[in-house]
């Protein structure tokens, strides 16, 4: 009974005492606590959160001919890249020249009215020619056993000769004009059941530049041919 009642009765340890080595510990803790959170936050991957931004212009080898391409102006995803290709399909909003804007979806309540509105891009295929007639002989060799004897006055200084039936260019016309500082040929198709489209090809070193746009641009021809020499000149190996 002595020993029990001693073992019963003996002091208990301070909870003083037992809290002076917990402090210790609680404050490691929460050293390590915040350390692990600078850490992380300073190591953390930020490009998840940010929008990516691709280079402005690419550099486009066709033909073995540099041209400086904005990557949103290029019509098919596939072409989208930088360095050798047999051919590149661009369009441009007209007449500013600016990369156009994303189409719009067409829905079934839409389609009409996106089948009304008018052509408002130039487009433009860069292709290699491989040493294939130029655009030049075409105009100038080629297509004269086409066409009909007389040619007539547009507008403006613009002339037209027509194509003769029964000839690999039937239902078509040949635009042409030479002015100070401005040289235009287009090969159009005549308005019908859709509105006519014109063909202007030039060479630039190993490549073909084919511009289309439509026929009834042709009552300012002058801003057209202009437009094609500012992106000719835009394009290859300039970035104005």
Known sequence: M???SAARHSPRRPRRHRR??????????????????????????????????GPDRLPVSVGATLFNVPPKAIRMKIQRHSGPQERIDLSFA????DVPEAPKRVSAETVEQQAMQPIDRIFLSIAAHHDSMAPDTLVNTIYPRYLE??????????????????T???????????????????????????PGMCLSERRVDGADLTFRFPRS?????????????RLTARLHGSRG
């Open 149 to 166: 004897q007389t040619s007539s006055a547009a507008q403006d200084g613009l002339s037209m000769r027509r194509f003769r039936d029964g």
């Open 94 to 97: 007209y007449p500013s020249l």
């Open 20 to 53: 002076g080595h917990m402090l210790p510990i609680i404050a490691a803790g929460a050293i390590a606590t915040a350390a692990i959170t600078v850490v992380a936050y300073l190591l953390w991957p930020t490009w998840g959160a940010q929008a990516s931004i």
């Open 217 to 229: 641009w042709l009552t300012q021809w002058r801003d057209v041919a202009n437009a094609m020499d």
């Open 2 to 4: 002595t020993s029990f």
């Open 168 to 194: 690999p260019y039937n239902g078509e016309d040949l635009f042409f004009a030479d002015a100070p500082n401005l040289d235009l040929s287009a090969r159009c198709t005549r308005d019908a059941a859709t």
